[in-house]
């Protein structure tokens, strides 16, 4: 099941709505900002139909 939760760009600071499998407990992807296009990574934990928790990863 998918469901769209708010994730904060590391870069640029603006948020937007990205799409999330929540089937998958735990998990990290690569996205790539809608604002200023840079890659960053992403880790959600979700229980199925909800996102727990949504946080782009600093290196
Ligand atoms: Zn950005």
């Known amino acids: ?3 769209s939760g708010k994730i904060q ?3 640029c600071g ?5 799409v999330v499998d929540t089937s998958v407990a735990s998990q990290r992807f690569t996205t790539d ?9 992403v ?5 199925p139909g ?3 928790s949504l946080d ?4």
Request: net charge negative; glycine share 0%.
């Open 50 to 52: 909800e996102i727990l």
């Open 9 to 11: 760009c590391p870069f």
């Open 43 to 47: 880790f959600a934990e979700c229980e």
């Open 33 to 41: 900002c809608e604002v200023c296009c840079r890659p960053f990574e």
């Open 56 to 59: 782009a990863v600093s290196e």
């Open 14 to 18: 603006q948020a937007f709505d990205l």
């Open 1 to 3: 099941m998918e469901v």
